[in-house]
T-cell receptor, first 115, second 112 residues
Framework: EPEVTQTPSHQVTQMGQEVILRCVPI?????FYWYRQILGQKVEFLVS????????KSEIFDDQFSVERPDGSNFTLKIRSTKLEDSAMYFC?????????????FGPGTRLLVL | GENVEQHPSTLSVQEGDSAVIKCTYS??????FPWYKQELGKRPQLIID?????GEKKDQRIAVTLNKTAKHFSLHITETQPEDSAVYFC???????????FGQGTRLTINP
């Protein structure tokens, strides 16, 4: 069964550095999402993406964040200047077409630690 | 915007007993309600979902009920097994490809 994949699984960075988190959504999916989960808390929506543009973003998704689909398979989340509070697990998700676009499948996550 | 409340935050049951987790939502336009199971350090995995045109859905030992009038939905797990131990999240969305709004999660522990 196809799955969403994410790299790296873990990333440690210094405050102020840029990080890029990478995702490969399920191949025939058209809708892509980023969520984050601070340790022990609920999953929070960051941004959704369709047809090469952002569909919706949360208040968390400020100017420090950007998303891109650089080619036909990857979907990336960039944090330009990381802050301590960006430390979290970041999940990519994707959904398909028709009624399937409601059902979001999650990747394994990237655990980001900002020091 | 949508707000999803989930209870209880922790639940401990004896193996073989049933477990029930409840969620309420605030946005009457929400029409799709998935449940995810998350084992420690792993991705949330969809275990069952329900759409607003249905009141109940069952898949083997797992069932979900939806009360649109009261704006609440529940997950029922029967004949619990140790492998059911995990954190369970409910979510709500207006459907289409819109954002999921998650509840706070329930840590379910099955005692052998």
């Amino acid at each position: 069964e196809p799955e969403v994949t994410q790299t790296p699984s873990h990333q440690v960075t210094q405050m102020g550095q840029e990080v890029i988190l990478r995702c490969v959504p399920i191949s025939n999916h058209l809708y892509f999402y980023w969520y984050r989960q601070i340790l022990g808390q609920k999953v929070e929506f960051l941004v959704s993406f369709y047809n090469n543009e952002i569909s919706e973003k949360s208040e968390i998704f400020d100017d420090q964040f950007s998303v891109e689909r650089p080619d036909g398979s990857n979907f990336t989340l960039k944090i330009r200047s990381t802050k301590l509070e960006d430390s979290a697990m970041y999940f990519c998700a994707s959904s398909g077409i028709g009624q399937g676009k409601e059902t979001q499948y999650f990747g394994p996550g990237t655990r980001l630690l900002v020091l | 915007g949508e707000n999803v409340e989930q209870h209880p935050s922790t639940l401990s049951v004896q193996e073989g007993d049933s477990a029930v987790i409840k969620c309420t939502y605030s946005d009457s336009a929400s029409n799709y309600f998935p449940w995810y199971k998350q084992e420690l350090g792993k991705r949330p995995q969809l275990i069952i979902d329900i759409r607003s045109n249905v009141g109940e859905k069952k898949d083997q030992r797992i069932a979900v009920t939806l009360n649109k009038t009261a704006k609440h939905f529940s997950l029922h797990i029967t004949e619990t097994q140790p492998e059911d131990s995990a954190v369970y999240f409910c979510a709500a969305t207006r459907g289409g490809a819109q954002k999921l709004v998650f509840g706070q999660g329930t840590r379910l522990t099955i005692n052998p």
